[in-house]
């Protein structure tokens, strides 16, 4: 995206990430050595370290002798800023190692870094002193407070920081500490490295609304005791959370994960999401496990695959030799998730049996986390179990079952209520965390967001009474408030009218976008849930009835539809993805898969069709024998019988080889049964 001149430094106040880096030691040096020496290894150190700040888009705003402050967000702000920055810093420490290393002057090698960063809004513009453009404000004290509180060689970030890279980096929650003036105590936390294969569960978006986590203190302590509980018995444990739509099981399990992350510095989170659109996807839970963490990607080279796969198999197996390799555990495990081996000596025996050969890779996968948990403590996330496939099921049925072999593994997931009833064979006695409603009470809401702190009572409990303790209802009403113009947290007697569902204001919210931005979501709502921006993209270029119907010219299409992804992060209807089922492409999520319903239904039933055809011939040109049921369904949903037939039947035959027989039995059902003439065509 290029930037145009007079936007290249934008006034006003905008969410930046603020960099305090010091070198320590300098003065001692300017002691030792003859001062040119000295001004010629700083100016050399300088050199290098702001090249690799540019290289990861700062703007380096002050440079005082031996301090540096950075700027993240500037002239653009874009979603991963923190996370840009935090990496940033990681890299400025090993920079300065790296000039340490090769100086002739022993007197340098004690140099250190110490740096801080926080993440807030300050005002920009030219307001420097001499009028040069900066950044100004308590955004930009409280990063210098963190820097000031930093070790030597370490990076302290602010709470709002930690909370835009969560589960990008390793952390250590630190000691609070308190801000010059103030009595509060603030949250402060180191990062320790960049974690390999960031969690796949978190939602980054730029800003938004801040949200606390209210009552559910019952439940994050049953959650610590049964973690504690699974490290003290070397036992596997399965945990499921179920309640209503939008009762809080992912936020639950979220921040469970995050508590976890900043007081075990050797936790491992591995999570993975069952969606509606690839329920049907045989293994599709764990495929998507092992692909965030081994960064596989749908469209990879089969050679670059399984590279991959040997790779992140070997990292986490470790250097231990068994009667079992990890490649024999890297052929098993990649022949379930679609990375196919040529002639595999460890496959081929296998080859009539796939029963056998499933087993035996549970057996290997098992192992693989039995050998990462002796390394610390090993937590996996499953999150909406109720679109698993059953594969996928049987795998965590096996993994809890075999609980004999010893492997401190604790499962997390969750569900809808009914899941479990349906389920009972595998779920029966596992442990269940049933999440009730919120309290109907002013004290909550005020609690859960900061914004509203000076917020009347009346307007608490009005908001309160109609969210009916429903979490996800309660959050998108308070940001339609507070968005809504002319709101004042003053006006004391003067209600905002409230909407009379979920779906009602989902339905507003949605209208509240531009137009542009109301397309890309319909658009992208008929992808499902989880979208790409390319086949946004190729459905405004292959829709021409939908874009002349909602009033889009095609005119710049692809800036638009930037912009227009944009405007649903900002306004927290969907989020950008770490990592991507096909590389090179942006993937996003919906915020709730209510909200995905509600704009899919937005699109009279004909444009729909119109549109699942071009997400079809989209798919079809991306994805492997794995997906190629997601291509049947779009066809099917288009009218495209024949084609859907083909793709169903590729589907099922695929299910069979791999020893899925429940789906390949419905698979094939579902290509039997499907009409016979493609929609429009039956007159013939
Ligand atoms: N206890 C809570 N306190 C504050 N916000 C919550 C709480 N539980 C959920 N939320 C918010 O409500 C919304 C819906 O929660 P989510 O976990 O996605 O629901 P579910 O997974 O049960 O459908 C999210 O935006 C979440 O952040
Ligand atoms: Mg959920």
Not at 155 to 179: C, D, H, M, W
Not at 397 to 425: G, H, M, Q, V
Not at 588 to 597: A, G, M, P, T, V
Request: charged share 25%; net charge negative.
């Amino acid at each position: 995206m290029s930037v145009d001149v007079e936007s290249k430094f934008p006034e006003g106040r905008r969410l930046v990430s603020v960099l305090f880096a010091d070198i320590l030691g300098f003065s001692t040096l300017a002691d030792q050595l003859d001062p040119e020496i000295v001004s010629g290894l700083m100016r050399d150190l300088w050199s290098r370290l702001n090249k690799i700040v540019e290289e990861h888009g700062g703007f380096v705003d002050k440079q005082l002798g031996d301090s540096i402050m950075v700027i993240w967000g500037v002239p653009e702000s874009l979603e991963d800023d923190a996370e840009r920055a935090v990496s940033a810093s990681l890299e400025l420490l090993t920079g300065l190692n790296k000039f340490k290393e090769n100086t002739e002057y022993s007197e340098a090698k004690t140099l250190q870094l110490r740096m801080g960063i926080h993440t807030g809004l300050a005002l920009a513009g030219n307001v420097g002193i001499h009028g040069e453009y900066t950044v100004l404000g308590n955004t930009v004290r409280i990063a210098q407070r963190m820097e000031e509180n930093a070790e030597q060689g370490s990076l302290i970030v602010s709470e709002a920081t930690y909370q835009s890279i969560r589960g990008a980096f390793q952390v250590k929650r630190l000691t609070p500490v308190q801000l010059v003036g103030t009595k509060k105590l603030v949250n402060i936390f180191q990062i320790l490295e960049e974690l390999p294969q960031p969690t796949k569960l978190r939602y980054r978006s730029k800003g938004g609304l801040k949200t606390i986590l209210v009552g559910r203190e019952e439940e994050m302590a049953r959650l610590e005791d049964l973690f504690q509980h699974t490290r003290q018995q070397n036992k596997t444990q399965l945990v499921l959370v179920t309640g209503d739509v939008g009762v809080g099981k992912s936020r639950l399990l979220f921040e469970f994960a995050g508590q976890l992350e900043t007081e075990n510095p050797l936790l491992t989170v591995m999570s993975s999401r069952a969606l509606k659109q690839t329920s049907q996807v045989p293994f599709y839970l764990w495929k998507e496990l092992w692909s965030n963490r081994f960064d596989l990607n749908e469209d990879d080279p089969v050679e670059s695959a399984r590279k991959k796969t040997i790779d992140g198999v070997l990292t986490l197996w470790g250097q231990a030799l068994g009667e079992v390799t990890a490649v024999e555990a890297a052929h098993f495990l990649g022949d379930q998730i679609g990375v196919t081996w040529d002639k595999s000596r460890y496959l081929e025996p296998f080859n009539t049996d796939p029963k056998l050969r499933i087993e035996r890779s549970f057996l290997l996968q098992a192992e693989l986390f039995n050998r990462a948990s002796q390394r610390g403590p090993v937590v996996l996330i499953l999150d909406d179990l109720q679109w698993a496939d059953s594969g996928s099921l049987a795998m965590i049925n096996y993994l809890w079952k075999s609980a004999d072999r010893e492997i401190p593994l604790l499962i997390l997931s969750c569900a809808r209520t009914e899941f479990i009833k349906e389920n009972l064979e595998i779920f029966q006695d596992v442990e269940q965390i049933e999440l009730k409603p919120l309290p109907v009470s002013s004290e909550i809401v005020r609690d859960a967001y900061p914004a509203l702190k000076e917020a009347p009572d009346s307007l608490l409990s009005a908001l309160a009474e109609r969210a009916e303790g429903n979490p996800y209802f309660l959050e998108e009403m308070v940001k339609n408030v507070l968005r809504s113009e002319g709101f004042s947290l003053e006006e004391k007697d003067e209600l905002p009218v409230l909407p009379g569902s979920v779906e009602e204001l989902l339905q507003s919210r949605l209208d509240s976008l531009s137009m542009e931005g109301r397309a890309t979501a319909f658009f992208a709502a008929i992808a499902g849930r989880v979208f790409w921006k390319g086949a946004v993209l190729a459905a405004f270029r292959g829709s021409p009835g939908v874009t002349k119907a909602l009033d889009v010219s095609s005119h710049n299409i692809v800036g638009k539809v930037q912009v227009a992804l944009d405007e649903l992060m900002e306004m927290e209807l969907a989020f950008l993805r770490v990592g991507s089922a096909f590389s090179g492409e942006r993937e996003y999520i919906f915020k709730h898969s209510l909200l995905q319903e509600q704009a899919y239904q937005r699109l009279p039933e004909n444009l729909q069709a119109e549109c699942h055809l071009v997400i079809a011939e989209w798919l079809a040109e991306r994805v492997g024998l794995e997906r190629s049921v997601c291509v049947a369904n779009h066809f099917e949903a288009a009218g495209v019988y024949d084609q859907a037939q083909a793709y169903y039947t590729k589907a099922a035959e695929h299910a069979r080889a791999k020893g899925y027989d429940k789906e390949a039995d419905d698979l094939q059902y579902h290509a039997r049964t499907l009409p016979e003439n493609n929609f429009g065509q039956g007159e013939k």
